[in-house]
């Protein structure tokens, strides 16, 4: 089964963006969007480092839209800032 995959940078917002691996993140990063099937990894990593963070909440179960339209939804909300990571986002777990 191939994986699409959506990638953006963008600056995190107030409260940066919370990971299962080193807890908040903050400043310049890049959002990865992976959809395999009907299984949605988000994952962050500061802008240019090799190491990649799972935002907390992640994965997401199938959604209306998994595609380039989530990905932009997640995108938006780490610019308004993530602290509870995608808790609260009202997508699908």
């Known amino acids: 089964m191939s994986a699409e995959t959506y990638e953006s940078s963008v600056v995190a917002g107030p409260g940066g963006v919370m990971t299962e691996e080193v807890g908040v993140i903050t400043g310049e990063v890049t959002v990865r969007t992976v959809v395999t099937g009907d299984q949605i990894t988000v994952r962050v990593q500061y ?13 997401l179960g199938g959604s209306a839209d998994p595609g380039p339209g989530l990905h932009e939804e997640i995108v938006q909300a780490v610019r308004r800032g ?12």
């Open 47 to 59: 802008l240019d480092a090799d190491e990649w963070y799972e935002i907390e909440g992640s994965p």
């Open 82 to 93: 993530m602290p509870d990571g995608l808790v609260g986002l009202g997508l699908p777990t």
